[in-house]
């Protein structure tokens, strides 16, 4: 993964947050990563004060979205983001704890570009969670339309 792309991890749980972000490191992979804790911070972020999405238009970036947030649907920020002019080819990587064949097939129709299932066993989380930073290694971000 180029070092110019930026990690936008969207995580409400802090200790998932926090092993997503080590796993990642040990994976060796180095680029910056922005945490956001709720998804109104997140959309504030990618989509800018006009709520246009023109601020990242542009920013190679990578999402880590978790659907599960205190205040509102990972599935509607995943929504926005594919529908968005600026940031439709971002690469969104779903990571969250709902394994419902649904809900799954819907974010792969959104345009998730990954679908990951938090183990609720800590050892299994972490191991996806290595693998996971494995695959950030080896992705091709593309530029933005």
Do not use: W
């Not at 969250?96 to 990954?114: F, H, M, P, Q, S």
């Not at 494995?134 to 530029?143: E, G, R």
Request: charged content about 25%; glycine content about 8%.
């Amino acid at each position: 993964m180029s070092e110019h792309v930026t990690i936008i991890m969207i995580e409400d749980d802090e200790g998932h947050a926090k092993l997503i972000e080590r796993n990642i490191r040990r994976a060796g992979v180095s680029n910056e990563i922005i945490p956001f804790a709720n998804g109104t911070e997140a959309v504030r972020f990618l989509f800018g004060a006009d709520g246009s999405g023109g601020v990242s238009h542009g920013r190679p970036m990578l999402i880590l979205l978790d659907l599960n947030l205190p205040d509102m649907s990972g599935v509607d920020i995943l929504r926005r983001v594919k529908e968005n002019e600026h940031m439709k080819l971002t690469p969104v990587v779903v990571l969250t704890t709902t394994d419902d064949e649904r809900e799954i097939k819907r974010c792969y129709d959104l345009g998730a570009n990954v679908y990951i299932t938090k183990p609720v066993n800590y050892e299994s989380f972490a191991n996806a969670i290595r693998q996971l930073g494995l695959f950030f290694s080896v992705i091709q971000v593309p530029a933005t339309a």
